[in-house]
Nanobody, 128 residues
Framework: QVQLVESGGGLVHTGDSLTLSCAAS????????VGWYRQAPGYSRDREFVGAIDWSGGTTDYADSVTCRFTISRDNGKNTVYLQMNGLQPEDGGVYYC???????????????????WGQGTQVTVSS
């Protein structure tokens, strides 16, 4: 069992940076692929893949919309995964979720279907 808790969200201005953290419980967390997803305001909005990192931290994958602006890293000693966001735009706003998958590849995380555990989310608001 893995429990995920996101933190670091808040209200920022266009162009600002923000770092989100995903703290996990569970001794096997270091073996999980971890992904970040976001959901923009509105009931009809689907959860959008942001990026993912493999168990070692050596491989990452990003959605085209955030490539070169967002960076995912992890510290398995602290059971924490980070999402560094630079150059934030209003369209980056939403609830950000981290998720862990025990059996998944980096590329398969984009669909979210292999996720075993989800966090509760943290709100990011970017004002123009």
């Amino acid at each position: 069992q893995v429990q995920l808790v996101e933190s670091g969200g808040g209200l920022v201005h266009t162009g600002d940076s923000l770092t989100l953290s995903c703290a996990a419980s569970g001794r096997t967390f270091s073996t999980y692929v971890v992904g970040w997803y976001r959901q923009a305001p509105g009931y009809s909005r689907d959860r959008e893949f942001v990026g993912a990192i493999d168990w070692s931290g050596g491989t990452t994958d990003y959605a085209d919309s955030v490539t070169c602006r967002f960076t995912i890293s992890r510290d398995n000693g602290k059971n924490t995964v980070y999402l560094q966001m630079n150059g934030l735009q209003p369209e980056d706003g939403g609830v950000y979720y981290c998720a862990a998958a025990g059996v998944a590849t980096i590329t398969s995380m984009s669909t979210g279907e292999w996720v075993d555990y989800w966090g509760q989310g943290t709100q990011v608001t970017v004002s123009s």
